[in-house]
């Protein structure tokens, strides 16, 4: 399996985490596993048909789909047949680019877009990272700005602080946070905030150069203890610590 991403334009910095393109080569044919990381997507298929959302959904060739936010871990079945190419959004931004539906109805859910929604195949074919630049610069609107300081907060604290604090350090409430995160992201506050957490403590696990006890790690990311971690480990990802 290849897997290739590209940074967008200055423009779509803010909104845009990367462009990815995924191509299966002749040594696969097994499920690939994806954790939650709070971000909705958009994935064009341009290989054979894939099956996905750990198998209940087909993307079939030359259609767009738009993936919400996910409180738990998919699987994908990639194969030498598989081609994919796709937009990872930073959250809350994707009704910066569409006027569709709130993203509560999106979570969890792998859904086809509309033809007007979708990527032209003909055209990102040619170019695909310069045709994805212009079509969201094209479709670019405004940040919700209060939303997005609540945001940069939990991200400072890494997941471990209360969602009143951060209504309270943001000058709002938690019932308005609360409406926002339903609408523009598609998880509750509690939930964003547990799963940016469990992405910095996966973060520290993967670090290879100062290896640490789970029971430092569990500490150091405000879980209660070790099992804890454990339970939250398995409910994003399906597995225990030591199988990650």
Request: charge should be neutral; proline fraction near 4%.
């Given at each position: 399996m290849k897997h290739h991403e590209a940074t967008p334009c200055t423009e779509l910095a803010g909104y845009i985490h990367a462009f990815w393109?995924?191509?299966?080569?002749?040594?696969?044919?097994?499920w690939e596993r994806i954790f939650p990381d709070g971000r909705p997507g958009i994935i064009m298929n341009l290989g054979a048909s894939c099956r996905?959302?750990?198998?209940?959904?087909?993307?079939?060739?030359?259609?767009?789909?738009?993936?919400?936010?996910?409180?738990?871990f998919k699987d994908s079945f990639i194969d030498k047949n598989?081609?994919?190419?796709?937009?990872?959004?930073?959250?809350?931004?994707?009704?910066?680019?569409?006027?569709?539906?709130?993203?509560?109805?999106l979570t969890?859910?792998?859904?086809e877009f509309d033809l007007s929604h979708s990527f032209d195949m003909g055209k990102i074919s040619k170019d695909p990272y310069a045709y994805l630049n212009?079509?969201?610069?094209?479709?670019?609107?405004?940040?919700?700005?209060?939303?997005?300081?609540?945001?940069?907060?939990?991200?400072?604290?890494k997941g471990k602080v209360s969602v009143y604090d951060i209504a309270k350090r943001n000058f709002t409430t938690v019932r308005q946070v609360e409406r926002m995160f339903k609408?523009?992201?598609?998880?509750?506050p509690k939930e964003y905030v547990k799963i940016i957490r469990f992405q910095s403590v996966l973060a520290v696990m993967n670090e290879t150069t100062k290896p640490k006890s789970l029971s430092?790690?569990?500490?150091?990311?405000g879980f209660y203890d070790q099992s804890h971690l454990t339970n939250e480990m398995k409910r994003y990802t399906g597995l225990t610590p030591a199988r990650l």
């Amino acid at each position: 399996m290849k897997h290739h991403e590209a940074t967008p334009c200055t423009e779509l910095a803010g909104y845009i985490h990367a462009f990815w393109e995924l191509k299966g080569d002749d040594g696969d044919g097994q499920w690939e596993r994806i954790f939650p990381d709070g971000r909705p997507g958009i994935i064009m298929n341009l290989g054979a048909s894939c099956r996905t959302d750990s198998g209940l959904v087909t993307m079939e060739h030359g259609k767009t789909y738009v993936v919400g936010a996910m409180t738990t871990f998919k699987d994908s079945f990639i194969d030498k047949n598989t081609h994919l190419l796709g937009v990872c959004l930073k959250p809350a931004v994707f009704s910066s680019f569409y006027h569709y539906a709130p993203q509560n109805e999106l979570t969890n859910h792998t859904v086809e877009f509309d033809l007007s929604h979708s990527f032209d195949m003909g055209k990102i074919s040619k170019d695909p990272y310069a045709y994805l630049n212009r079509y969201f610069l094209d479709r670019k609107g405004g940040i919700n700005q209060l939303l997005q300081s609540v945001l940069d907060d939990i991200h400072v604290y890494k997941g471990k602080v209360s969602v009143y604090d951060i209504a309270k350090r943001n000058f709002t409430t938690v019932r308005q946070v609360e409406r926002m995160f339903k609408t523009h992201i598609g998880v509750t506050p509690k939930e964003y905030v547990k799963i940016i957490r469990f992405q910095s403590v996966l973060a520290v696990m993967n670090e290879t150069t100062k290896p640490k006890s789970l029971s430092d790690i569990a500490f150091e990311g405000g879980f209660y203890d070790q099992s804890h971690l454990t339970n939250e480990m398995k409910r994003y990802t399906g597995l225990t610590p030591a199988r990650l």
